[in-house]
């Protein structure tokens, strides 16, 4: 499997580093119902076949933490975008909507 890194371009996927899924978010351990959420967090997930968003970080290379679209039936790359970037986007949408 080969990752096309924004930064660096096509490179092997032994110079990135797997961080898991990139669709879910830590949840705020002040809430108080924090455990139950922290638990959902860390080890309830869908696992279903098709397009998945991943966290990657480039560790070998630029050390771009990066956002890879892969379908895990066929680890066919959809897409690789920069983590920074889909933050941005995220909290810009999140800002509009409230
Ligand atoms: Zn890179």
């Known amino acids: 499997m080969r990752i096309n890194c924004p930064c660096c371009g096509e490179r092997g996927i032994d110079e990135f580093s797997y961080y898991g899924d990139a669709t879910v978010t830590r949840p705020d351990l002040t809430s ?4 139950a959420e ?6 309830e997930r869908a696992n279903i ?3 998945h968003r991943e966290l990657w970080y480039h560790a070998a290379g630029c050390h771009l933490w990066l956002v890879v679209t892969r379908n895990i039936a066929t680890h066919e790359i959809l897409s690789v ?11 810009a949408n999140a800002k509009g909507s409230a």
């Not at 108080?32 to 455990?35: F, K, Q, S």
């Not at 975008?81 to 909290?91: C, F, G, I, K």
């Open 81 to 91: 975008e920069s983590a920074r970037d889909v933050a941005l986007a995220r909290n």
């Open 49 to 51: 076949p098709g397009p």
């Open 38 to 43: 922290f638990v959902a967090y860390a080890f």
């Open 32 to 35: 108080p119902t924090a455990m």
